[in-house]
């Protein structure tokens, strides 16, 4: 008998698409996106839409193993590689559940008695964004363990401190406005790519007349389908909006009204542009005078204007400044007040669910007595080396693969090859992470357990039921944590919560915009979209004066959050001025400090090019990496640059050439096809364990972290590149 269930994807990506799985006799044999999603309308991306053969590959990990061999010895999991030769998991032996918790549970024990709680690190991100599987039981656990707390700050925080001092919350135009827009800025974002669901709505848009400007230092699939493509030099975003402002007020093309209704600190702003005349800022950018007069004007005056700004700006150094000084523009331009004017970063602010109900912190009061010491995630090859107070003894990663995705590689290495290190991990594969792990756990996806979906590219809630069984001995994270937790003998209660008393306990939310949303409507009806006219006062997001609320109307009424003001801010107003920055030493309005690794300091004396260690489309960061049918898709090992690079340094198209600078260096094949501009070098995140050298392009990024939020600076990092000699 065949079924169709719906489930939400998980995967670390804005669109957090609408899904049904077809379900023949236990088994799934069809996955399509819901044509019900009013957003994701029924097409997945080509990552997911090839599930079937990630949930049933070869290389999932089905039951938990133990350590027998050496750390580290790359390439022994279960890889199925190109070739289509699978290699043994000769350095682990299968043990059983019970054995594995019991070795977790005495390690953690011991551990705790001789080292204290806090050399217990947890090590979590993305893997899935399902409410529960990204932070609920785990979360519990390790409160009540007492362990390190993680300072998830690998993706996103500089880009929300950014819009947060302005806007007080990280929120903004719905996907479905776009199709409204006549004028569209795509910066630093590769739509293509990356958040794939809003391009039929700027193709709608297109249609009906709207211009599409990408603003990017890499030609994406995006900038080339383009109407104007900006290839502006890496971390120079802050220089390039602050020289539009420029032109924006000195020509008079600001809405006054607006202005002065909606922001504070416009009188400072104005003096601050006028230290970046267009002259200066094409200086910084790489771009003509003319090209930053005519952005500035075009977006200020074809009306509606929007932009979609994404991470990427925020991978620089200065990357929480640039956010801040892009999300200014639509309120001295008053595009908030259109349906498809403001600004998207993410959505995810409005979902206002009861994440505290989830995580309960107040548990590591039980254990520590106090809040434990936090550990940046992007800091861990620091923290697994350095002599702390006290030393990382345990690591116990799960939605994530720092051995790929995290920067400065090899000392993450270092730390992870450690003999004294105890490790555990739970995946569904034997990622580059499970090389140096100690036991391993079996990992359910999506197709195996529930969860509440929420989302960053959209306003919609979900559901995500479970399709099938979960094979061979997998378990979810919820499940997984809540038998750790009895197994360490932890009885309070809140560890035999069920996955639907955790659903209801998050959508247990003072916020207004869950008015009528239960657990039961989202079974029913897959989606729900945010209340939008949901009555009550929610403490952080809606602002004190109720009525100043949204837009009123009908639920599928266009949402304009800040239409009418109604910033999240103590005032309620936009804060082109925000007195807090002071104390980090920052410009209470914006100033461009460009980012130390930049061609425009004394470092690009020695490394004088610009790397962009990018994410590849057909991968989610490197989640995929190891799927035949996707590698098909990718070609890897290349270093991308621009010709006139090439020539300077005798290389050409096809060339091994050896990439580094003081903290590693890796050998790539040189490709010169005008996807960067002099001065710029891109390459692609992988496995390391399947990158020539076992070392992928992480070796050459910094632990550095933003200007605001303590994010990660992937894209702001100088290398050298030369021919590549064997000894
Ligand atoms: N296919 C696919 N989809 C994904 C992911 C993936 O790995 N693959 N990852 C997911 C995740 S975790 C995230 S956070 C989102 C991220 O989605 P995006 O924010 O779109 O992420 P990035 O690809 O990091 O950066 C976007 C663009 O910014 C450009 N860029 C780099 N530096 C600068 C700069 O200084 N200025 C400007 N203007 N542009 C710059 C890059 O060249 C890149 O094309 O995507 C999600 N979706
Ligand atoms: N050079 C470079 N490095 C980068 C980036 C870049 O652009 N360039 N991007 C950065 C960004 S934006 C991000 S967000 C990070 C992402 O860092 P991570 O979140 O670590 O990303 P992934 O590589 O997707 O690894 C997620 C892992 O979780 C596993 N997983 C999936 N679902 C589950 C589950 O339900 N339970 C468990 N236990 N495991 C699960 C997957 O199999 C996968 O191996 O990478 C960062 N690193
Ligand atoms: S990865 Fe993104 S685009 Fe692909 S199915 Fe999942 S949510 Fe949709
Ligand atoms: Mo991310």
Same mark, same amino acid.
């Given at each position: 008998?065949?079924?169709?269930?719906?489930?939400?994807? @998980?995967?670390?990506?804005?669109?957090?698409?609408?899904?049904?799985?077809?379900?023949?006799?236990?088994?799934?044999?069809?996955?399509?996106?819901?044509?019900?999603?009013?957003?994701?309308?029924?097409?997945?991306?080509?990552?997911?839409?090839?599930?079937?053969?990630?949930?049933?590959?070869?290389?999932?990990?089905?039951?938990? +193993?133990?350590?027998?061999?050496?750390?580290?010895?790359?390439?022994?999991?279960?890889?199925?590689?190109?070739?289509?030769?699978? =290699?043994?998991?000769?350095?682990?032996?299968?043990?059983?559940?019970?054995?594995?918790?019991?070795?977790?549970?005495?390690?953690?024990?011991?551990?705790?008695?001789?080292?204290?709680?806090?050399?217990?690190?947890?090590?979590?991100?993305?893997?899935?964004?399902?409410?529960?599987?990204?932070?609920?039981?785990?979360?519990?656990?390790?409160?009540?363990?007492?362990?390190?707390?993680?300072?998830?700050?690998?993706?996103?925080?500089?880009?929300?401190?950014?819009? =947060?001092?302005?806007?007080?919350?990280?929120?903004?135009?719905?996907?479905?406005?776009?199709?409204?827009?006549?004028?569209?800025?795509?910066?630093?974002?590769?739509?293509?790519?990356?958040?794939?669901?809003?391009?039929?709505?700027?193709?709608?848009?297109?249609?009906?007349?709207?211009?599409?400007?990408?603003?990017?230092?890499?030609?994406?699939?995006?900038?080339?389908?383009?109407?104007?493509?900006?290839?502006?030099?890496?971390?120079?975003?802050? #220089?390039? /909006? +602050?020289?539009?402002?420029?032109?924006?007020?000195?020509?008079?093309?600001?809405? #006054?009204?607006?202005?002065?209704?909606?922001?504070?600190?416009?009188?400072?702003?104005?003096?601050?542009?006028?230290?970046?005349?267009?002259?200066?800022?094409?200086?910084? *950018?790489?771009?003509?005078?003319?090209?930053?007069?005519?952005?500035?004007?075009?977006?200020?005056?074809?009306? &509606?204007?929007?932009?979609?700004? $994404?991470?990427?700006?925020?991978?620089?150094?200065?990357?929480?400044?640039?956010?801040?000084?892009?999300?200014?523009? &639509?309120?001295?331009?008053?595009?908030?007040?259109?349906?498809?004017?403001? %600004?998207?970063?993410?959505?995810?602010?409005?979902?206002?669910?009861?994440?505290?109900?989830?995580?309960?912190?107040?548990?590591?009061?039980?254990?520590?007595?106090?809040?434990?010491?936090?550990?940046?995630?992007?800091?861990?090859?620091?923290?697994?080396?350095?002599?702390?107070?006290?030393?990382?003894?345990?690591?116990?990663?799960?939605?994530? $693969?720092?051995? #790929?995705?995290?920067? $400065?590689?090899?000392?993450?290495?270092?730390?992870?090859?450690?003999?004294?290190?105890?490790?555990?991990?739970?995946?569904?594969?034997? *990622?580059?992470? *499970?090389?140096?792990?100690?036991?391993?756990?079996?990992?359910?996806?999506?197709?195996?357990?529930?969860?509440?979906?929420?989302?960053?590219?959209?306003?919609?809630?979900?559901?995500?039921?479970?399709?099938?069984?979960?094979?061979?001995?997998?378990?979810?994270?919820?499940?997984?944590?809540? /038998?750790?937790?009895?197994?360490?003998?932890?009885?309070?209660?809140?560890?035999?919560?069920?996955?639907?008393?955790?659903?209801?306990?998050?959508?247990?939310?003072?916020?207004?915009?869950?008015?009528?949303?239960?657990?039961?409507?989202?079974?029913?009806?897959?989606?729900?979209?945010?209340?939008?006219?949901?009555?009550?006062?929610?403490?952080?997001?809606?602002?004190?004066?109720?009525?100043?609320?949204?837009?009123?109307? *009908?639920?599928?009424?266009?949402?304009?959050?800040?239409?009418?003001?109604?910033?999240?801010?103590?005032?309620?107003?936009?804060? +082109?001025?925000?007195?807090?920055?002071?104390?980090?030493?920052?410009?209470?309005?914006?100033?461009?400090?460009?980012?130390?690794?930049? =061609?425009?300091?004394?470092?690009?004396?020695?490394?004088?090019?610009?790397?962009?260690?990018?994410?590849?489309?057909?991968?989610? $960061?490197?989640? %995929?990496?190891?799927?035949?049918?996707?590698?098909?898709?990718?070609?890897?090992?290349?270093?991308?640059?621009?010709?006139?690079?090439?020539?300077?340094?005798?290389?050409?198209?096809?060339?091994?050439?050896?990439?580094?600078?003081?903290?590693?260096?890796?050998?790539?094949?040189?490709?010169?096809?005008?996807?960067?501009?002099?001065?710029?070098?891109?390459?692609? +995140?992988?496995?390391?364990?399947?990158? @020539?050298?076992?070392?992928?392009?992480?070796?050459?990024?910094?632990?550095?972290?933003?200007?605001?939020?303590?994010?990660?600076?992937?894209?702001?990092?100088?290398?050298?590149?030369?021919?590549?000699?064997?000894?």
């Amino acid at each position: 008998m065949k079924q169709v269930v719906h489930a939400a994807c @998980p995967h670390d990506c804005p669109d957090a698409c609408g899904v049904l799985i077809t379900v023949d006799d236990g088994k799934a044999v069809k996955i399509q996106g819901d044509p019900a999603h009013p957003v994701t309308r029924g097409f997945l991306c080509a990552k997911v839409a090839k599930y079937l053969d990630r949930v049933y590959s070869p290389d999932r990990v089905l039951y938990p +193993l133990r350590r027998v061999g050496a750390k580290g010895v790359a390439g022994e999991g279960p890889i199925r590689l190109r070739s289509g030769q699978v =290699r043994a998991t000769r350095p682990f032996e299968r043990i059983t559940w019970d054995e594995a918790l019991d070795e977790i549970a005495s390690r953690f024990t011991s551990i705790t008695a001789e080292f204290g709680s806090e050399s217990i690190l947890p090590y979590s991100y993305g893997g899935t964004l399902g409410k529960l599987g990204y932070a609920s039981m785990d979360r519990r656990f390790f409160h009540r363990l007492g362990a390190s707390q993680l300072a998830r700050n690998i993706c996103s925080e500089a880009g929300a401190a950014g819009v =947060r001092s302005v806007y007080g919350a990280n929120m903004g135009t719905e996907p479905e406005q776009f199709r409204h827009s006549k004028y569209i800025i795509a910066w630093a974002a590769n739509i293509h790519g990356n958040n794939v669901h809003l391009w039929p709505f700027i193709e709608e848009a297109r249609r009906n007349g709207a211009k599409l400007v990408v603003i990017d230092p890499y030609r994406t699939r995006t900038a080339a389908c383009a109407d104007w493509h900006i290839p502006v030099n890496p971390g120079t975003d802050v #220089a390039l /909006a +602050l020289g539009m402002m420029h032109v924006i007020i000195n020509e008079n093309l600001y809405d #006054a009204d607006y202005v002065s209704r909606h922001t504070v600190g416009f009188d400072e702003l104005r003096q601050k542009v006028q230290e970046y005349p267009p002259e200066k800022v094409a200086g910084w *950018t790489g771009m003509s005078v003319a090209d930053v007069q005519k952005l500035a004007r075009e977006y200020a005056t074809v009306r &509606p204007s929007v932009i979609r700004m $994404n991470y990427g700006v925020q991978r620089s150094q200065n990357g929480g400044t640039a956010s801040r000084t892009i999300a200014m523009l &639509p309120c001295i331009t008053g595009s908030w007040k259109e349906v498809g004017g403001g %600004f998207q970063l993410s959505t995810s602010a409005a979902f206002g669910l009861n994440e505290e109900a989830l995580k309960l912190p107040e548990l590591m009061q039980s254990s520590l007595g106090r809040p434990a010491r936090t550990i940046n995630m992007v800091e861990l090859g620091k923290a697994l080396n350095e002599v702390n107070d006290p030393t990382v003894k345990a690591l116990f990663v799960y939605n994530s $693969n720092p051995a #790929a995705v995290c920067p $400065n590689h090899n000392d993450v290495i270092r730390g992870l090859r450690r003999s004294d290190l105890f490790t555990v991990v739970h995946e569904q594969f034997m *990622t580059d992470t *499970t090389d140096y792990a100690d036991i391993v756990l079996p990992a359910t996806t999506f197709f195996e357990h529930k969860d509440l979906q929420s989302a960053y590219g959209h306003y919609y809630l979900q559901v995500s039921n479970p399709a099938i069984e979960p094979l061979g001995e997998c378990r979810s994270n919820v499940d997984m944590f809540r /038998a750790l937790a009895h197994s360490m003998g932890f009885e309070d209660e809140c560890f035999n919560d069920s996955v639907e008393d955790m659903m209801d306990q998050a959508l247990d939310s003072p916020n207004p915009w869950l008015t009528g949303i239960t657990r039961e409507r989202l079974e029913n009806e897959g989606h729900v979209r945010l209340n939008f006219n949901g009555s009550g006062v929610h403490p952080t997001l809606v602002a004190k004066d109720a009525t100043r609320m949204g837009h009123p109307g *009908t639920s599928s009424e266009p949402f304009l959050p800040f239409a009418n003001g109604n910033f999240r801010t103590s005032s309620g107003k936009a804060l +082109l001025y925000n007195e807090s920055l002071k104390a980090s030493g920052l410009d209470p309005v914006a100033s461009f400090v460009p980012p130390e690794e930049s =061609r425009h300091t004394a470092n690009a004396k020695a490394f004088p090019l610009e790397l962009l260690a990018r994410k590849a489309d057909n991968f989610l $960061n490197s989640t %995929f990496s190891n799927l035949p049918g996707l590698q098909a898709l990718e070609v890897f090992g290349l270093l991308e640059m621009s010709s006139a690079d090439a020539t300077a340094r005798g290389i050409r198209d096809g060339d091994t050439v050896r990439v580094f600078n003081r903290r590693g260096e890796i050998q790539l094949k040189a490709q010169v096809d005008g996807k960067v501009s002099a001065g710029v070098v891109a390459a692609k +995140l992988n496995w390391a364990k399947l990158t @020539p050298g076992n070392r992928n392009i992480n070796v050459l990024t910094s632990e550095k972290l933003t200007d605001m939020g303590n994010s990660a600076t992937f894209y702001s990092v100088l290398v050298e590149v030369e021919l590549f000699r064997p000894a």
